[in-house]
């Protein structure tokens, strides 16, 4: 119930195409549904993230669509570019100041490759 | 830059052998969380400390331990290494012990076991 299943595993586009990476999540509980992103050599960047009250939420190219009642979540990248190729990740989490259940959980990642 | 800092970079052991990794979070956070990244398995969370005290617990070994100082560094210990424990291990901090807020996250350490 705590896992958070992401595809695809790779992925490529061309330039000016639409990206778009796939996340569903099985446990209701959660209530916050950040994407990370990843550059080699680097620790994840925070993205964009999505709260359930919401189905869509956009910041410049970047667009998380939220289905809450299929459990499914996605990023969407338009006009893709090849600075945008990176490691991609969802992540799912329930709120509260820690505890057993109180955890980010990662989907495996997506690498993102933008050709010119 | 993300603004932690975690120390090494890199570290090549040997099985069996331990070591220390170091996080330094942003200034002001109080909260401090340690990642394993390896190829096969993504980002596997470990542990979670705020302000000095375990707060979650993920899949983290027994062989592995942690702690968060009253200067609010925190430490991952890992010991009797095995040639499966290598893998990127990530720090990352955020302002409060709410998990559903950005968490920050440093460059990470590489850990080679051979």
């Known amino acids: 119930q705590q896992q958070v299943k992401q595809s695809p595993q790779s992925l490529i586009v061309q330039k000016g195409g639409i990206s778009i990476i796939n996340c569903a999540y099985e446990n209701t509980a959660f209530d916050y549904f950040p994407w990370y992103q990843q550059f080699p050599g680097k620790g994840p960047a925070l993205l964009i993230a999505?709260?359930?009250?919401?189905s869509e939420k956009k910041e410049g190219r970047f667009t998380i669509s939220f289905n809450k009642s299929a459990k499914q979540f996605s990023l969407h990248i338009m006009d893709s570019q090849p600075g945008d190729s990176a490691t991609y990740f969802c992540?799912?989490?329930?709120?509260?100041?820690?505890?057993?259940?109180?955890?980010?959980?990662f989907g495996t990642g997506t690498l993102l490759a933008v050709q010119p | 830059d993300s603004g932690v800092t975690q120390t090494p970079k890199h570290l090549i052991t040997a099985t069996g052998q331990r070591v220390t990794l170091r996080c330094s979070p942003r200034s002001g956070d109080l909260s401090v969380y340690w990642y394993q990244q390896s190829l096969d398995q993504g980002l596997q969370f470990l542990i979670h400390y705020y302000n000095g005290e375990e707060r979650a617990k993920g899949n983290i070994l027994e062989r592995f331990s942690a702690q968060q100082f009253p200067d609010l560094h925190s430490e991952l210990n890992l010991s009797s290494l095995e040639l499966g424990d290598s893998a990127l291990y990530f720090c990352?901090?955020?302002?409060?012990?709410?998990?559903?807020?950005?968490?920050?996250f440093g460059q990470g350490t590489r850990l080679t076991v051979v």
């Open positions: 990352a901090s955020s302002p409060t012990g709410n998990v559903n807020t950005e968490a920050f």
């Open positions: 992540a799912a989490s329930r709120g509260g100041n820690g505890g057993a259940t109180n955890k980010l959980i």
């Open positions: 999505i709260r359930p009250d919401v």
